[in-house]
């Protein structure tokens, strides 16, 4: 796991030196490439082991991956934390999803894998309570 998230590492990080080549990419939109990292690209490398199981999984993947993208990016861009909150949020958020994504691979976690989701939605209505 290690290792793919390493590959992925360095694969966003060679884009984003050739976007900035070619002035497509701004440090301004650091924050965004993190969270497209954490969130999708993250989610389609860890989640790459399991497509030789399900023939339609680009579709899948592709579809879940915008309703997530739609519905973290107008948070994200509406509501803002301070840097600090960002700080602490962002890595335990990160991580929840990587073990999510992990035991969604084997077939007898599913239990984990609901209440981890309950924590995150649980997370998401107090901070969207608190900021609004």
């Known amino acids: ?71 973290l990016e107008f948070i994200v861009n509406t509501f803002t934390f301070s840097f600090l909150m960002e700080f602490i949020l962002v890595p335990i958020i990160v991580i929840l999803m990587i073990v999510i994504s992990q035991a969604k691979s084997t077939e007898n976690h599913h239990d984990i894998v609901k209440l981890l989701n309950n924590i995150i939605s649980f997370m998401g209505i107090v901070l969207s309570l608190i900021h609004i």
């Open 1 to 71: 796991m290690l290792a793919i998230i390493s590959m992925m590492i360095i694969y966003t990080a060679i884009f984003v030196r050739l976007l900035t080549l070619i002035n497509l990419w701004i440090p301004l939109l650091l924050k965004d490439t993190i969270l497209w990292f954490c969130f999708s690209g993250a989610s389609v490398a860890l989640n790459y082991g399991a497509s030789h199981k399900n023939d339609n999984i680009f579709k899948k993947i592709v579809l879940g991956n915008i309703k997530i993208v739609i519905i």
